[in-house]
């Protein structure tokens, strides 16, 4: 492809880009396709000859785009939001062009320095301490697994990375029953075995239950086993609970054990004074991680690793092999020392775009929005005859099931699984669920920047007409 071909083509790429961003609450929120029917339109393989690039890109709409379920939409009530914002997509695209890895210093000082203060603004603007520095990484899944290799390596004197673990105590990880998988997957990966790490359990608001944590360490100690981790949520994945962290803290300070909050979500509340409620006990924490590309409107991926002894982080992941040595390693900061991955993608820039664009002014605007229209949502479903909540609303997750006093439990599950599932075949809003104390809860979550309460409207009113 030329440069004037590829000037042509950008162009129009743009125009259809923006055509979409515009027209995207046209398209069925959720894929309607079966498996396999994607892939049975795609060649098994491909040609010898190049292909015009108009042809390529007809194939992508006719072929591609029904496949897609638009997480761009404001329709889009699944999971967590994952909602970027056209300033973050035009940095995203400028990140694609200039193919920055920022590996070291040296390989762009533009993209280390930008992220030195990118992590300083966003620390600010989520009211913490500056006790905290750190890195931006891929996922919160990969943050937590960078606390717990530190506090791994910390506690064996940096033994293990050298000689395994052999002659080490039984380490013991701790998370509540609400905590997101990826601690799970950490710890195996992590050389710990899944047996030692120890789930706590929660209360009714499905927070964890602290004086149950201090029991099963002391049960641990008595055992032989040494508490290594706790890990604390600031709102979970299943209900966006939030754990006791200056409680948890407190235990952990107690116990001399690395204590790491998970804010993947809910951290971007945290941009509004009125809800740092939540982070009461975050001084306490020695690390923490929160994802822009959530509820921050950071196209993914763009993850905030924050930690307050970095040192021990770096001395975990150190390697350098004459090839990546140079005159300024004592003077900056090498990033690919704070993560698993050497490459490192020049992620800074579509936060610094984003940022700038939006100004933080208008940032918690948005999120307070969104929070007071869960709000209005909650207070539908409880004078709703038909509807109950089934756990508190911290920020703008909803989680609540239809009920009309009639059926029994198996019956209710039953009825809203199926209702969830025509709720979504209707492609008008896409939903999902999750599963409270045995009970199949319907899970809403809105998120997106361009959002308005017209929205929820229209869902509620949608839901109560599927039933």
Known sequence: MTSEEFRKHAHSMVDWMADYLDNVEKYPVMAQVKPGEIKAQIPKSFSEKPEAFEAIFKDFENKIMPGITHWESPNFFA??????????????????????????????????????????????????????????????????????????????????NEKGFAGMPRYRIYASEQAHSSIDKNVKIAG?????????PVDKNFAMISSELEKAIESDLAAGYKPLFILGAMGTTGTTAVDPLDEIGTIAQKHKIWFHVDAAYSGAALICPEMRWMSKGMELADSMVFNPHKWLFVNFDCSLYYVKDP???????????????????????????????????????????????FGAENLRT???NH???????????EASEDFEMLAPVSVNLLCFRYNDGKMNEQELNAFNEKLLKSINATGKIFITHTKLDGKYTLRLVGGHPELKKDHLERAWELIKEMT
């Open 366 to 368: 948005i999120i307070r």
């Open 79 to 160: 999971y967590f939001p994952a909602s970027k914002s056209k300033p973050s997509i035009l940095g995203e695209m400028l990140m694609s062009a200039l193919g920055t890895q920022g590996m070291v210093w040296l390989t762009s000082p533009a993209a280390t320095e930008l992220e030195d203060r990118m992590m300083e603004w966003m620390r600010d603007l989520l009211g913490l301490s500056t006790d905290w520095t750190g890195s931006i990484q891929d996922t919160a899944s990969t943050g937590t697994f960078n606390a717990l290799i530190t506090a791994r390596e910390k506690a064996s004197d940096f033994q293990i």
């Open 371 to 381: 929070c007071e229209w869960a709000q209005w949502l909650k207070s539908e479903i």
């Open 192 to 200: 710990f075995g899944y047996e030692n790490l120890v789930k706590i």
């Open 311 to 357: 040192k021990s982080l770096t001395q975990a992941y150190s390697i350098t092999p004459e090839y990546l040595k140079t005159d300024t390693d004592h003077e900056v900061n090498n990033y690919r020392d704070w993560h698993i991955q050497l490459g490192r993608r020049f992620r800074a820039l579509k936060l610094w775009f984003m940022l700038r664009s």
